[in-house]
T-cell receptor
Framework: KAGVTQTPRYLIKTRGQQVTLSCSPISGHRSVSWYQQTPGQGLQFLFEYFSETQRNKGNFPGRFSGRQFSNSRSEMNVSTLELGDSALYLC???????????????FGPGTRLTVL | GESVGLHLPTLSVQEGDNSIINCAYSNSASDYFIWYKQESGKGPQFIIDIRSNMDKRQGQRVTVLLNKTVKHLSLQIAATQPGDSAVYFCAEIPGGYNKLIFGAGTRLAVHP
């Protein structure tokens, strides 16, 4: 099976702009989660979508939002970008794939967002 | 390349030695644990998992040990190779939720 794919891989934006990131899960996986990774805060959970519904949400401001489509592909959006939003944004899909259980989350390569 | 973490604890080992990476988890209600490996410029890669009803699980060259009494998880890598050099994260899933809570990570440096 193909792995989780994320586009774009790199993005540079300026403060105040908005950005949309895309994630395609492993075929057959219906749960997609998003994480933010920074050197200072590590890996932090943003939200999870399952069957087009947000099922869990982390402690991030409302500027961070997401959605999921009927084919399980997901997008996340960050509005009014701040310098502190610079991070690696990772998408993970959940299910059977590479040796784990049905609860295992498999990650994509991430989108590196730089806010200037 | 991208920096996963600037001030991570580092474990340095010689090629061929065994490595042990430790992790203290936070939630006694967590019932599923995963170890991930992250190389520079890549997303976390699944290594091995364990459920709370087990205390040991073995994979290829890797073993995970779970001690629920002290909320401690460890990853043992046998015959460590240069390709094992990466940052290793433990992650837990509290029961009833589907979000991973990650540890801070440990950088493993393998020297020839």
């Amino acid at each position: 099976k193909a792995g989780v794919t994320q586009t774009p891989r790199y993005l540079i934006k300026t403060r105040g702009q908005q950005v949309t990131l895309s994630c395609s899960p492993i075929s057959g996986h219906r749960s997609v989660s998003w994480y933010q990774q920074t050197p200072g805060q590590g890996l932090q959970f943003l939200f999870e979508y399952f069957s087009e519904t947000q099922r869990n949400k982390g402690n991030f401001p409302g500027r961070f939002s997401g959605r999921q489509f009927s084919n399980s592909r997901s997008e996340m959006n960050v509005s009014t970008l701040e310098l502190g939003d610079s991070a690696l944004y990772l998408c993970a899909s959940k299910g059977l794939a590479g040796g784990g259980s049905t609860d295992t989350q498999y990650f994509g390569p991430g989108t590196r967002l730089t806010v200037l | 390349g991208e920096s996963v973490g600037l001030h991570l604890p580092t474990l340095s080992v010689q090629e061929g030695d065994n490595s042990i990476i430790n992790c203290a988890y936070s939630n006694s209600a967590s019932d599923y644990f995963i170890w991930y490996k992250q190389e520079s410029g890549k997303g976390p890669q699944f290594i091995i998992d364990i459920r709370s009803n087990m205390d040991k699980r073995q994979g290829q060259r890797v073993t995970v040990l779970l001690n629920k009494t002290v909320k401690h998880l460890s990853l043992q890598i046998a015959a460590t190779q240069p390709g094992d050099s990466a940052v290793y994260f433990c992650a837990e899933i509290p029961g009833g939720y589907n979000k991973l809570i990650f540890g801070a990570g440990t950088r493993l440096a393998v020297h020839p």
